[in-house]
């Protein structure tokens, strides 16, 4: 594999690419252009949801892998300022386990051109901190609900939490972190039977229910693609009890197709990132907890961005890495193609 030689830490580059063309932003090969980062900020939970990990959890980074605040700080100012990014994501694991979160949100709203900042949390933090993140210059946030059903949200997430969830979407709203939208898997057996139950619970209280298909991005690596409940069949199970009607507006790159609940206003999404994938128009860009660039999120390769940060490379530097590995960013993520191979690390560590 050849190198990019910034007389640092070297940086992989895929083999047979193309010369990249001089623009700043982080172009690829297919004209996609990534203005949306996301960034985990730590790999810890604290649930231990079925499909993401073990009951036991993880081992978990050591502290001094992890990014610092101030290295946090610096790659979100290289990406916004150099390289084109308008919205950033800050996501886990838990963002809401890492003390700095304010810190850092205000850091990445003080930057010129301010980007949009949103969070993808599990909530059960976040009604103690939601009006400081607001105040620090957080947009919105994405919270993680499964079910409404305190037996069934144990069941699936190995916690007595659903109280503390409820508290945090409500606290958010209040906030005006809005829209406030809610991120739902369903499982076969499990909770696929209370899919119109979330999404009412949703609209009345004016939040945004989106599910989302599972995807192979399991720490057991137990994804099995038929047990999967899939868009179609999400769909299905709502209509039988709702009209659905396609909203209108341009999807652009965003990953939910939304639909019209009863007439509207109120509207439902589904991310069929696995039978519907929307790779031909993804905008991302992402990094990991420990620093390591990702073109996508099912990526077999990594950048290391933190190695260059800690031997001193310069904004220049990074900028370069950053653009080179993007430009080596795959046309999709390949989960239908025979040769697949889920990534080593799960959700948790690469953050959603």
Not at 81 to 108: K, M, N
Not at 256 to 277: H, Y
Not at 328 to 352: C, L, N, T, W
Request: with cysteine; hydrophobic share 40%.
């Amino acid at each position: 594999m050849t190198a990019v030689d910034l007389g640092m830490p070297r940086v992989p580059r895929s083999r047979d690419l193309p010369p990249r063309p001089g623009t700043p932003e982080l172009v690829d090969r297919y004209q996609r252009v990534a203005t949306d980062l996301r960034v985990s900020l730590i790999d810890k939970c604290n649930l231990r949801c079925h499909y993401c990990m073990p009951a036991e959890g993880l081992d978990w980074l050591p502290a001094r892998e992890l990014l610092t605040t101030r290295e946090v700080v610096r790659l979100v100012r290289i990406a916004v300022e150099r390289l084109g990014v308008t919205e950033l994501r800050f996501t886990g694991g838990e963002p809401l386990l890492r003390p700095d979160l304010e810190e850092i949100v205000a850091a990445a709203a003080a930057l010129s051109p301010r980007p949009g900042i949103s969070l993808t949390t599990n909530g059960i933090s976040l009604r103690s901190r939601a009006a400081a993140l607001a105040a620090a210059g957080l947009d919105r946030v994405n919270v993680s609900l499964d079910s409404v059903r305190p037996e069934t949200f144990r069941r699936i997430t190995r916690r007595d939490r659903l109280a503390d969830v409820l508290d945090g979407l409500a606290s958010a709203a209040e906030a005006g972190l809005r829209p406030v939208k809610v991120n739902a898997v369903l499982l076969p057996g499990v909770n696929e039977h209370e899919a119109v139950e979330l999404v009412r619970f949703c609209l009345a209280h004016g939040y945004e229910p989106r599910f989302i298909e599972q995807m192979p991005l399991d720490a057991q690596h137990g994804w099995d693609r038929s047990a999967m409940v899939t868009a179609d069949r999400i769909l299905e199970l709502l209509s039988e009890s709702v009209r659905l009607t396609p909203a209108t507006d341009d999807r652009g790159s965003t990953p939910a197709e939304r639909w019209l609940v009863d007439g509207g206003p109120g509207t439902v999404g589904v991310i069929a990132s696995v039978t519907r994938p929307f790779c031909g128009a993804c905008d991302r860009t992402r990094l990991t907890a420990d620093g390591q660039l990702r073109s996508c999120l099912f990526s077999q390769e990594e950048t290391d961005l933190r190695a260059l940060v800690r031997a001193g490379a310069d904004d220049d530097g990074i900028a370069a890495a950053w653009r080179e590995a993007m430009w080596g960013k795959p046309a999709g993520h390949g989960i239908d193609d025979e040769d697949f191979v889920q990534p080593q690390r799960p959700m948790s560590a690469i953050g959603g």
